[in-house]
Structure formats: structure tokens, C-alpha cells
């Protein structure tokens, strides 16, 4: 039997979509993990090109809007949930903590991304430092998906949830599909 990859969760299940942001992110890393050493043995061919477009694209396009859709959307409606059963004190300080991360990951992103782009343009990339950008987001990630996913599946209404999938699909400039 074919083994298909796993369609990703749509706009209607926002939180599974987030995770899969996620998912993706690390797929991401896990590339640019690898992309010194490759360096060292192969310069900066077509491969390594290639992957650093790869690279690019998503954190350039995808990974702001996750940023947005946790900032704008999703933190508030979880501060929000306050008092409902399943809440947890220490929740907003933790998102908190996240949105400064966002902040922290943006300028990071902001320093390593010419390496990159230099590097998808052919150009050497001989001292490409991104070991610590890889850390501070799987620890951010890591936070998100133990300490905020799981309280945004209890704590969201149905309706709470279809309004994040609807500014998701918005910020992304896609229409809803006709009923």
C-alpha cells in the first residue's frame, strides 16, 4: 500500500493547523541544521541553494503569519477564556514570554536571513551561525506545543475556534469557500 503524506488540518480546525506550522517549521530547521556541514564538504552549490530558498520561503511568508496568528488572534482569545474551567494562573505569563520570543525570533531571523539570501544567490556562506536561531525556536516551539496547544483545544469554544480559523484564512489572502 501507498503511504500519502497526511493532508495538512485545515482553517476549520485552527489548532491542528498551528501544530502543523510547526511541524513544518522544524522540517525547516532540521535543513538548516545540516546546511554548515554540507557547506564545508560541497560550497555553496545548486543543493545548497536550493535549500536555502527553502528556507527562505517559508520563514519570509508562513512562519510572520504564524507569528500573527498567535499574537492577534489566538493569545487573546486564550486571555480571554479566564475563568473557565481548565484555566491555568500561570497562562498569561506565559504567553507573555511568547510574544516577546516573537520578537526575539523576528531579529534573529533578521540577522541570518542575508547569510541565506547570499547563499540561494550562489554566493559563499562560509560562516553561516544559525545554531542558536535553531535553538530558540525549538524551545519556543516546544513551550507553544506543551503549554499553550493543549489549553487552546480545552479552553476555545467551537465558535472562538472558527473565528481564529477565519482570521488565519484572511491574513493569507484566501477566501472562504462557498456553502
Same mark, same amino acid.
Given at each position: 500500500?501507498? $503511504? @500519502? *503524506?497526511?493532508?495538512?488540518?485545515g482553517f476549520d480546525d485552527p489548532i491542528g493547523l498551528l501544530r502543523a506550522c510547526h511541524a513544518r517549521i522544524s522540517e525547516r530547521?532540521?535543513? @538548516? $541544521?545540516? &546546511? *554548515?556541514e554540507y557547506l564545508d564538504t560541497h560550497g555553496p552549490d545548486a543543493s545548497a541553494q536550493a535549500a536555502a530558498r527553502r528556507v527562505l520561503d517559508y520563514f519570509d511568508k508562513a512562519a510572520a503569519h504564524h507569528h500573527e496568528d498567535e $499574537?492577534?488572534?489566538l493569545f487573546p482569545l486564550l486571555r480571554?477564556?479566564?475563568?473557565?474551567p481548565g484555566w491555568? +494562573? =500561570? &497562562? *498569561? +505569563?506565559? @504567553?507573555?514570554r511568547l510574544a516577546a520570543e516573537h520578537g526575539t525570533l523576528a531579529q534573529d531571523w533578521a540577522r541570518l536571513? *542575508? =547569510? @541565506?539570501?547570499a547563499l540561494a544567490r550562489g554566493e559563499s556562506a562560509a560562516d553561516l551561525r544559525c545554531e542558536a536561531v535553531i535553538a530558540a525556536y525549538r524551545q519556543h516551539?516546544? &513551550? $507553544?506545543?506543551e503549554r499553550v496547544f493543549p489549553f487552546a483545544e480545552q479552553l476555545l469554544s467551537a465558535r472562538e475556534r472558527a473565528a481564529l480559523g477565519a482570521s488565519m484564512q484572511a491574513r493569507r489572502g484566501i477566501a472562504p469557500a462557498p456553502e
Open positions: 500500500m501507498l $503511504e @500519502l *503524506p497526511k493532508a495538512a488540518p530547521l532540521d535543513l @538548516l $541544521e545540516r &546546511l *554548515p $499574537e492577534h488572534d480571554g477564556a479566564a475563568g473557565r491555568q +494562573a =500561570e &497562562l *498569561p +505569563a506565559v @504567553l507573555d536571513r *542575508p =547569510e @541565506l539570501d516551539m516546544a &513551550l $507553544e506545543n
